[in-house]
């Protein structure tokens, strides 16, 4: 996997979203879902990355974080993809019953789109095949920026 280190500005986010957005189009060969992992520190930019990401795929409406929904879902037009599934798992613990979030059927779908912030809360579901991206603060206005893909 080739790994992306990026330091930018936090203008620079949508820059960053845009060049991602693009790649995901161009680079789609799974036969199951495509998920992307937001790791990081609160405040480190996973939902605004997402919402840009959003935007540039299409995607008119506000997205917000779904912390106290865990989940909410977004059509998408264009064909590559249907919705953009985003995921927020920062109030799940191990012993919750995720059921009601249908995740083998979410994967396994291609058309679907996922972002998951706070993926380490669900880890032993999440596939192999994830493209995680680590957020971290590099400085005040500067954040660091890896996506291994």
């Known amino acids: 996997k080739l790994c992306m280190v990026i330091y930018y500005l ?6 960053q979203a845009k060049k991602f957005s ?6 789609k060969k799974s ?11 609160l405040g480190t930019g996973k939902t605004t990355f997402t919402q840009y990401v959003a935007k540039e795929l299409g995607i008119s409406v506000s997205v917000q974080s ?3 929904v865990i989940q909410k879902n977004y059509p998408l037009t264009g064909g590559v993809y249907d919705q953009l599934v985003h ?6 613990n191990e012993k919750d019953n995720l059921s009601y ?10 058309k679907n789109l996922i972002f998951i912030e706070w993926p380490e809360k ?8 994830v493209i995680p991206i680590i957020l971290k603060h590099y400085s005040e206005n500067k ?5 291994k893909i």
């Open 143 to 147: 954040r660091n920026i890896q996506i």
């Open 122 to 129: 669900i880890s032993k579901f999440l596939p192999d095949t």
């Open 101 to 110: 979030l249908h995740l083998e059927e979410l994967f396994s779908n291609p």
């Open 66 to 68: 779904p912390t106290f």
């Open 22 to 27: 693009k790649w995901l189009l161009e680079n």
């Open 31 to 41: 036969v199951r879902a495509q998920i992307v992992t937001l790791s990081g520190d």
């Open 10 to 15: 936090m203008k620079d986010t949508i820059e």
């Open 87 to 92: 995921i927020d798992a920062y109030r799940i």
